[in-house]
T-cell receptor, first 113, second 114 residues
């Protein structure tokens, strides 16, 4: 079975620091897509970043970047210069080929003032 | 504004009752999805629809039903057969009829069984 594992249930960092959230996945597929979603206290799921497996270059969106290691099946999210508004649950998600998306259980991130 | 709306935000149900959760999108997206979120768990797929008048079961479809009579609407009915319906329900949509397109989410409905 294809799975997504987020090994850090909860993390806390000081404002302005850099934090990295871990995500690993298990698949035998070669073509797939990876996502990080953010769910703030409002509970609205917001897409943070998307990566296509065939692209070697790591995706970047402003302060958010990923470290995609295809051979290791790892897809970590780095948040630079963290802000109080980054406080949220972060979900890693994996979409194999043309199949349904699979979500990890999430990492609760607290940004401390 | 383009987006996905879900109503109501909070819903209370007595045991034995069916309830319907609304999901509407004006993004002209082909595909729509329903997820269930429980504490400490990721999202689990209930049903999805890639085109009008067609839908498929997800991983936890038992006790739920859907319809897709219009492109912009994908209501979810939680039936009395669902043994533990208290949860947060999220609707999503994506452009295109394949799963590879990015999904965008509505604000969710919190269902509580009394």
């Amino acid at each position: 079975a294809q799975t997504v594992t987020q090994s850090q249930p909860e993390m806390s960092v000081q404002e302005a620091e850099t934090v990295t959230l871990s995500c690993t996945y298990d698949t035998s597929e070669n073509n797939y897509y990876l996502f990080w979603y953010k769910q703030p206290p409002s509970r609205q799921m917001i897409l943070v970043i998307r990566q296509e497996a065939y692209k070697q270059q790591n995706a970047t969106e402003n302060r958010f970047s990923v470290n995609f290691q295809k051979a290791a099946k790892s897809f970590s999210l780095k948040i630079s210069d963290s802000q109080l508004g980054d406080t949220a649950m972060y979900f890693c998600a994996f979409m194999p080929g043309d199949d349904k998306i699979i979500f990890g259980k999430g990492t609760r991130l607290h940004i401390l003032p | 504004d383009g987006g996905i709306t879900q109503s109501p935000k909070y819903l209370f149900r007595k045991e034995g009752q069916n309830v319907t959760l609304s999901c509407e999108q004006n993004l002209n997206h082909d595909a729509m999805y329903w997820y269930r979120q429980d504490p400490g768990q990721g999202l689990r797929l209930i049903y999805y629809s890639q085109i009008v008048n067609d839908f498929q079961k997800g991983d936890i479809a038992e006790g739920y039903s859907v319809s897709r009579e219009k492109k912009e609407s994908f209501p979810l009915t939680v039936t009395s057969a669902q043994k533990n319906p208290t949860a947060f329900y999220l609707c999503a949509s994506s452009d295109g009829a394949t799963h590879r397109d990015t999904q965008y989410f509505g604000p969710g409905t919190r269902l509580t069984v009394l």
